[in-house]
């Protein structure tokens, strides 16, 4: 049977150590260096002893998380059959959990939950009081590159939600539903409608891509951004 080796989460020193004064006026001296922590990445400053003898694990990370953990737990008590319960833990657990699949994508990359929605009471009460009892509905973002608020949700279909969608990753023309195919040298757009993709054509130029997504956007009276309208092209 195959031994799976564990990696070592010991922070790693970073230059040499010095000595340094526990507080200015203290005349005993400790031994410091800044550290890289092996789970998030971060360098800091700590004790050689207290990483030698585990007493710190990492940055700081993991003790937030616990606490965040823990803290999630205690203000949940008596509310997880609420139908709006697992939204909220999700919301959270994008924003906040490192090891969540989607955290690259909201926590990574900056999106929080406002402080009166960490409370889960607040947050379902807002819901019972806004959700429009329809289905195929869920919790959308007003603006994308703001957090999870009462002033910047609301309730969005399909639809609606692919009108406001950001630029992917490897969108690398500036524009959404714009892309440069580099084996054709064209540019390419495309439309999401009721999560169906539509291909619209191939293209010469990005200026001439751009604007066939505006007319078909406008030929078909879709609620989709235009991009030219949005970029001042």
């Known amino acids: 049977m195959k031994t799976i080796m564990k990696k070592d989460m010991t922070p790693t020193l970073m230059g040499e150590t010095y000595l340094r004064k526990a507080t200015d006026t203290s005349p005993q001296r400790y031994r410091y260096g800044v550290f890289k922590c092996q789970y998030c990445g971060k360098e800091f400053e700590a004790q050689l002893q207290s990483i030698k003898s585990r007493n710190t694990i990492s940055c700081g990370c993991q003790r937030a998380e616990m606490l965040y953990l823990h803290n999630t737990?205690?203000?949940?008590?008596g509310l997880s059959q609420?139908?709006?319960?697992?939204r909220w833990y999700s919301m959270l657990e994008r924003c906040n959990n490192p090891k969540n699949i989607s955290y690259t994508n909201y926590g990574g990359r900056g999106i929080r939950v406002c402080s009166e929605w960490l409370d889960p009471r607040n947050f379902?009460?807002?819901?019972?009081s806004t959700h429009p009892n329809v289905k195929g509905v869920t919790l959308d973002r007003i603006d994308n590159d703001k957090g999870y608020s009462p002033e910047n949700c609301r309730w969005a279909d399909a639809t609606t939600q692919a009108t406001n969608q950001r630029k992917m990753k490897n969108n690398k023309s500036g524009y959404v539903g714009i892309y440069y195919y580099k084996k054709y040298n064209t540019w390419g757009a495309n439309i999401r409608i009721n999560k169906i993709l539509k291909q619209i054509g191939s293209f010469k130029t990005k200026e001439e891509a751009i604007q066939a997504r505006d007319n078909y956007i406008i030929e078909n009276n879709l609620p989709h951004k235009l991009s030219i309208l949005n970029t001042g092209l």
Not at 73 to 77: A, L, N, P, Y
């Open 73 to 77: 737990q205690s203000r949940t008590h």
């Open 82 to 86: 609420n139908k709006f319960f697992n």
């Open 124 to 128: 379902i009460t807002w819901c019972e």
